[in-house]
């Protein structure tokens, strides 16, 4: 199946940390940027992060940065989110996704494709 697969969320206590992992399945990552979004119960989706493909070049939503930090590892067709001094905020489904028309993080998306199925990502002492 040809997809995304997010892992490594998980209960943590305020101030703690979190990495999670997206991974390509059945395809490569090679020339994609690669978003990470969240969305917590009741609320609309976020974009929280980019890394594009060509530059490394990232993108962070206001509210992360400083706490967070994106990286690639092409080899092995993954992208990590470093989360950092995590706050009850933070709480929410994570995914990821592949930007399927850009290879460099734009301040808009192109379309996006190979959504992953979530990691459940919960913040509270």
């Known amino acids: 199946q040809v997809q995304l697969v997010e892992s490594g969320g998980g209960l943590v206590q305020p101030g703690g940390s979190l990495k999670l992992s997206c991974t390509a399945s059945?395809?490569?990552?090679?020339?994609?940027?690669i978003n990470w979004f969240r969305q917590a119960p009741g609320k609309e989706r976020e974009r929280v992060s980019c890394?594009?493909?060509?530059?490394?070049?990232?993108y962070y939503t206001d509210s992360v940065k400083g706490r967070f930090t994106i990286s690639r590892d092409n080899a092995k067709n993954t992208v990590y989110l470093q989360m950092n001094s995590l706050k009850p905020e933070d709480t929410a489904v994570y995914y990821c996704?592949?930007?399927?028309?850009?290879?460099?993080?734009?301040?808009?998306?192109?379309?996006?494709?190979?959504w992953g199925q979530g990691t459940q990502v919960t913040v509270s002492s």
């Open positions: 996704a592949a930007d399927l028309e850009y290879s460099v993080c734009r301040t808009r998306t192109g379309t996006l494709g190979y």
């Open positions: 890394i594009s493909y060509s530059d490394g070049t990232t």
């Open positions: 059945g395809f490569t990552l090679d020339y994609y940027s």
